[in-house]
Structure formats: structure tokens, C-alpha cells
């Protein structure tokens, strides 16, 4: 569904002989047009010998993957992968202090158990985030490549 704009850098080692072979892989991830922060880019190979990658987006929603075994930001081996994306704004505990009368209360117990056994809210929705429904897909080529992934609130999954 989405394809590489242009290819960057060449190809790099992991500092040692032992690990793989890498090519840079950057991108950027928007929602509805607006960059997305703080999210999880993960590239899982189709094949099953392939070498997975993943990567954390900025505040202007770039980023850059580090594929298992290699120097981080270093990017992933050439092949084609099924891609997600997954967001979770995890609610925050109570900010209860001394002065505060709940401090040290059961209700201020109460509140941090509440908001630790809360279940996460997707900034991004699920679907991006399952290999069987995002319906997001890369190529890599031997000199890396850079992606856009333009997410959509209303998607629901292929």
C-alpha cells in the first residue's frame, strides 16, 4: 500500500563481523496529516529467515530502524516486510502530595491502583498495530529506503 519515496545512504555493517548486513531505513508516520510522536514503527520480514527491525517516532513523527542484532538507528536488512504502528497513551497515576489530604489515604491507594490497571487508550488506532490488519507494507532495497505511512483515524483494518 505504501512504497518507498527514494532510496538513502548505503549499505552498513553492525561495527562487527559477527552481526548483519543493514542498509539505513528512515520514515516519517502521520494521522490524518499530523505527524505522530512516540510511536512504535515495527518492520516484521516475510520471510521467515528475515531480520525484524523497529523504531520510535519523533515530535515531527520521523523515524529510523534498528533492525535485531545491529548498531541502533543502523536501519534493516533488504527485503519486503508487513509493517506496524502502534501508539498507547497509558493513563497517569493521581499526582497526590503531602499537602494534599488524600496523601496517604486509601482513596489515594484506591486512585493509583485504578489508573495502574487501567487498559491504554490507542492514540493510533489498533489496527495499525496487528501484522494481519494493518495492510501496511515496505520493500527495502540494498541501499535502504525512506517510507511515509499516512495513518487514517476512521481505518479499522484490511
Given at each position: ?5 527514494l532510496a ?17 531505513v528512515?520514515g516519517?508516520v502521520?494521522?490524518?496529516?499530523s ?6 514503527v515495527?518492520?516484521?520480514?516475510n ?17 529510523t530502524?534498528?533492525?535485531?542484532g545491529?548498531?541502533p ?9 508487513v509493517?506496524?504502528v502502534?501508539?498507547?497513551?497509558f ?15 486509601p ?10 490497571e487501567?487498559?491504554?487508550?490507542y492514540?493510533?488506532p ?12 515496505a520493500s ?5 529506503g525512506?517510507f511515509?505511512?499516512?495513518?487514517e483515524?476512521s481505518?479499522?483494518?484490511?
Amino acid at each position: 500500500m505504501f512504497f518507498a519515496a527514494l532510496a538513502v545512504t548505503a549499505i552498513v555493517g553492525c561495527g562487527g563481523s559477527s552481526g548483519p548486513a543493514v542498509s539505513a531505513v528512515k520514515g516519517v508516520v502521520t494521522l490524518d496529516g499530523s505527524p505522530v510522536a512516540d510511536a512504535l514503527v515495527a518492520f516484521t520480514p516475510n520471510d521467515p529467515s528475515g531480520i525484524s527491525a523497529v523504531g520510535k517516532t519523533g515530535a515531527d513523527g520521523s523515524f529510523t530502524l534498528s533492525a535485531t542484532g545491529a548498531k541502533p538507528g543502523a536501519g534493516t536488512a533488504p527485503g519486503s516486510y508487513v509493517v506496524t504502528v502502534e501508539k498507547k497513551v497509558f493513563p497517569k497515576p493521581p499526582n497526590i502530595t503531602e499537602d494534599d489530604p488524600r496523601y496517604g489515604t486509601p482513596e489515594q491507594e484506591k486512585l493509583e491502583r485504578e489508573a495502574a490497571e487501567a487498559e491504554p487508550e490507542y492514540a493510533v488506532p489498533q489496527a495499525y498495530g496487528d501484522q494481519k490488519t494493518s495492510g501496511l507494507t515496505a520493500s527495502v532495497e540494498s541501499g535502504g529506503g525512506e517510507f511515509t505511512f499516512a495513518l487514517e483515524s476512521s481505518f479499522e483494518g484490511k
